[in-house]
């Protein structure tokens, strides 16, 4: 049996949160005391330490709308791209177990480049060199940039997941394919009705860790300018003065808010895992 | 070495014919000059010791394994053949593994009901009710809605076969359909072999039963190496063994 989610546990919040400690309840517990004690160990210091400003309670109220709308557009953001990605993804995955050698070989190779490049190098081509607007049968489209950067994301996405789907298709035993074969089915009736509705239950679980991965990613937006939190939890620590005391807890605010979507997302793969665990 | 077929009387004309059929897997020859000629309505049973090549040889038959050398004649289509029309070839020959490969997506009804509907792109109603008709032959009614993980071995197995015989096939290849089973599934596996049989269907059977080998089949082959040491009726292969490798074999697998 493949195990996918180990060429994917490198996400600091699942790995950190699923190393160290066995079991489960306390894993969970110390990995959100840990989150939530930097963040009101933080919050507390500044209001301390702040003294003839607002209090960063009062701060963080106030920009708390605002920074959750830009986590929003992450999450708009991640969502997009993985499905581009897994749409791009699953055809180029099949492609490269075609048996006509040229198509394996150009799907294999534009995987292995998108796979093996650094996914901000991506990002920064994508918003840098895609144009700004489109002229479609005269009909100006424009091509904002938080459009580019979901596909800079989608890319790496794409090319993960084609390899998703190559391994969970060759997990499948060849007696599945024999059979098939000696059945009468072609290789493409196989592969959609016999092969690939085996894979999806095998896909899962590193699909969503490689979303999660994807999720935490697109804060590199903020590098090329897209509206996210990051970008706006920088501007919010400009416009209150850019105060040092405030960094901790703002970032933090971030940082929580992303904990709290990935975790139960790796939490939940790994059920999933546990429960799928392939029996043939 | 070749072996010529024995002549035989009393059955139908030659349906499968192998000449001199030659395989390796790099440098391991498999096959090595096989010669055999099975009548339409004949039981042939292939024993021999693992890695004898039994499974290779059964598997040349419909094209699931290229061959080097040598002629496979099914129905007078010719096997080694680059333009071979496979479908053609595979509808006329069904096949069942040792390991079932059932598909496990899907209930033994439809696992029965895929191909006629996919392949053969036969009607849903008719194709359900022969599937049902199967089911009920190799004594699995009511099963119809079970997945192949809620079924044992020898049920799987049945479905396999019933999967196969969907196809509406004039040969049967059986490839240590019993290896895996325990000696009660076993039996039911090889009690649906046998009404094949009897029905008449054309039934290559490689196995370790020789039970099976001395009352099911009209001819028994034994292999070893590559090549058909020996070849005759079940009551001449065990009641008189003429080669010395025949004798060794069955004086330890009885």
Redesign the interface.
């Known amino acids: 049996m493949l195990r996918f989610r180990d060429a994917f546990a490198i996400s600091p919040f699942i790995g950190a949160s699923a190393g160290a400690v066995r079991d489960c309840r306390h894993t969970c517990r110390a990995a959100l005391f840990v989150a939530a004690g930097v963040f009101v160990g933080s919050t507390a210091l500044a209001a301390v330490t702040g003294s003839g400003h607002d209090s960063v309670f009062t701060i963080l109220v106030r920009w708390a709308p605002l920074l959750l709308w830009g986590f929003l557009f992450n999450l708009v953001i991640s969502v997009l791209s993985m499905a581009v990605g897994t749409a791009a993804g699953v055809p180029l995955g099949i492609m490269q177990l075609s048996p006509l050698r040229p198509l394996a070989w150009v799907a294999g190779l534009v995987i292995q480049f998108f796979r093996n490049a650094p996914w901000l190098v991506l990002l920064f081509m994508c918003v840098m060199l895609l144009p700004f607007e489109f002229h479609v049968f005269g009909v100006r489209v424009p091509f904002p940039d938080w459009v580019k950067s979901v596909i800079g994301f989608a890319l790496p996405a794409m090319a993960n997941v084609a390899e998703i789907v190559r391994g969970a298709v060759q997990s499948v ?1 060849t ?2 394919w ?8 072609t290789r493409g ?1 196989a592969m959609m ?2 092969i690939l ?2 894979c999806i239950k095998r896909m899962l679980p590193p699909w969503m860790n490689l979303y999660s991965l994807i999720a935490m990613s697109t804060v590199n937006a903020s590098v090329v300018g897209v509206n996210e939190m990051l970008t706006l939890t920088s501007q919010v620590h400009a416009a209150e003065g850019s105060r040092p005391e405030l960094l901790a807890p703002l970032y933090s605010f971030a940082l929580v808010c992303f904990f709290l979507y990935a975790y139960p997302i790796g939490k939940w793969t790994e059920r999933l895992e546990r429960k799928y665990q392939v029996k ?1 | 070495m070749t072996t010529d077929p024995a002549p035989r009387a009393g059955l139908g004309e030659t349906i499968v014919s192998l000449r001199d059929v030659t395989k390796s897997f790099g440098l391991l020859t498999v096959l090595n000059g096989i010669s055999l000629d099975v009548a339409r309505g004949e039981t042939i049973c292939i024993v021999g010791p693992s890695g004898s090549g039994k499974s290779t040889l059964i598997r040349c038959i419909n094209a699931l394994v290229p061959i080097d050398r040598g002629s496979i004649k099914v129905e007078g289509i010719e096997v080694n053949d680059p333009k071979l029309n496979k479908l053609a070839l595979r509808r006329k020959v069904g096949i069942v593994f040792q390991s079932y490969n059932l598909f496990p997506h899907k209930t033994a009804l439809q696992n029965i009901m895929m191909a006629p509907i996919t392949v053969l792109k036969q009607d849903r109603a008719e194709v359900e009710a022969r599937a049902h008709a199967l089911l009920k032959k190799v004594r699995l009614a009511g099963k119809e809605d079970a997945y192949p993980g809620e079924l044992s071995g020898g049920q799987q197995q049945r479905v396999a076969i019933a999967r196969s015989l969907a196809m509406q096939p004039d040969i049967m290849l059986f490839d240590e359909v019993t290896a895996a089973l325990d000696p009660e599934t076993k039996k039911e596996v090889l009690f649906t072999i046998q009404g094949l049989a009897r029905e008449g269907m054309t039934c290559l059977v490689v196995t370790h039963e020789m039970a099976f080998a001395r009352e099911v089949s009209n001819h028994v082959y034994f292999t070893e190496g590559g090549v058909i040491v020996e070849h005759a009726t079940p009551a001449a292969f065990f009641g008189h063994p003429q080669d010395p490798r025949t004798r060794e074999f069955l004086s330890q697998i009885l």
């Open positions: 035993p007696g599945q024999e059979s098939s074969e000696s059945l009468g089915f009736q009705q016999i509705p085996q043939d």
